[in-house]
Nanobody, 115 residues
Framework: QVQLEESGGGSVQPGGSLRLSCIAS????????MSWYRQPPGKERELVAS????????DYADSVKDRFTISRDNPQKMLYLQMNNLKPEDTAVYYC????????WGRGTQVTVSS
């Protein structure tokens, strides 16, 4: 059974940092591209960042480029999102996803950026 569990969210002031984690199970993680999505309050979900199975490529939404870094640890089946210089518009529920298994979503982790 595919399981995705996000953690690491919280409340921070603008300019702060957070590191999100996602532990995955139930599928061959080392062969799967992974992504982070987010859903701001009252808005649609949006793609934040993606990483290839071997970490050779990573892509970012324009809104988070140069501030967020996606990474992974295949032996530990972990996905990370380092978020720096956070802005109020980064406030959202963040989800890790498996693009090849789009029906599976975790419960997400809340990130709130506010002064």
């Amino acid at each position: 059974q595919v399981q995705l569990e996000e953690s690491g969210g919280g409340s921070v002031q603008p300019g702060g940092s957070l590191r999100l984690s996602c532990i995955a199970s139930g599928f061959p993680f080392e062969w799967a591209g992974m992504s982070w999505y987010r859903q701001p309050p009252g808005k649609e979900r949006e793609l934040v960042a993606s990483i290839s199975h071997d970490s050779s490529t990573a892509d970012y939404a324009d809104s988070v480029k140069d501030r967020f870094t996606i990474s992974r640890d295949n032996p530990q089946k972990m996905l990370y999102l380092q978020m720096n210089n956070l802005k109020p518009e980064d406030t959202a529920v963040y989800y890790c996803t498996v693009p090849s298994l789009p029906r599976y979503w975790g419960r997400g982790t809340q990130v709130t950026v506010s002064s």
